[in-house]
């Protein structure tokens, strides 16, 4: 069955470090998405990307953040300069549609010192 | 700002037993409505997605979705040990776009 993976599942980084993580969702989707999670916390959208666009973004999402959808499959998620703030799981997912169901990666747990 | 209420729990039941888990949505926009289920460290997982009023079922799973009270619920039937997680509810905010706004999750111990 096909599935959202996501590298790498575990990143740890200095503050003021870039870090790039990536995902590659399911070959016939359409829109693709970040959310993070906070240890402890709900899960946050933080932005959804369509035909090679940002649809729409959180106020987390800020200039410190972008996406990419760099070649036919990849999708990636870059914080420029990290906060401690940013210790999080964060979870790539697709769909088909708008409406349709958003399948989940398995998470980049990103952890800044 | 947009929300989803969910209890908190823990919600025990015994094994075999129907587990009841609800859910409020305050955007009466809302047109997807769909039920993820979160081991400790993973991914939601997809459990059932509902898009009209009334029931859908899917092996031992009952989604109910009532939208004139902004309020949707699954019921587990047999509940097992490997049941025992933390049920997100999730609401596809169409007003605004595709984004899915989570409540904070159920969690739902089941005991053998």
């Known amino acids: 069955e096909p599935e959202v993976t996501q590298t790498p599942s575990h990143q740890v980084t200095q503050m003021g470090q870039e870090v790039i993580l990536r995902c590659v969702p399911i070959?016939?989707?359409?829109?693709f998405y970040w959310y993070r999670q906070i240890l402890g916390q709900k899960v946050e959208f933080l932005v959804s990307?369509?035909?090679?666009?940002?649809?729409?973004k959180s106020e987390i999402f800020d200039d410190q953040f972008s996406v990419e959808r760099p070649d036919g499959s990849n999708f990636t998620l870059k914080i420029r300069s990290t906060k401690l703030e940013d210790s999080a799981m964060y979870f790539c997912?697709?769909?088909?549609?708008?409406?349709?169901?958003?399948?989940f990666g398995p998470g980049t747990r990103l952890t800044v010192l | 700002q947009k929300e989803v209420e969910q209890n908190s729990g823990p919600l025990s039941v015994p094994e075999g037993a129907i587990a009841s888990l609800n859910c409020t949505y305050s955007?009466?926009?809302?047109?997807?409505f769909f039920w993820y289920r979160q081991y400790s460290g993973k991914s939601p997982e997809l459990i059932m997605s509902?898009?009209?009023?009334g029931d859908k079922e899917d092996g031992r799973f009952t989604a109910q979705l009532n939208k004139a009270s902004q309020y949707v619920s699954l019921l587990i039937r047999d509940s097992q040990p490997s049941d025992s997680a933390t049920y997100l509810c999730?609401?596809?905010?169409?007003?605004?776009?595709?984004?899915?706004?989570f409540g904070a999750g159920t969690i739902l111990r089941v005991k053998s």
């Open positions: 509902i898009y009209s009023n």
């Open positions: 955007d009466r926009g809302s047109q997807s």
């Open positions: 990307f369509y035909n090679n666009e940002i649809s729409e």
């Open positions: 070959s016939n989707h359409l829109y």
């Open positions: 999730a609401v596809n905010e169409r007003e605004y776009g595709n984004k899915l706004v």
């Open positions: 997912a697709s769909s088909i549609s708008t409406t349709d169901t958003q399948y």
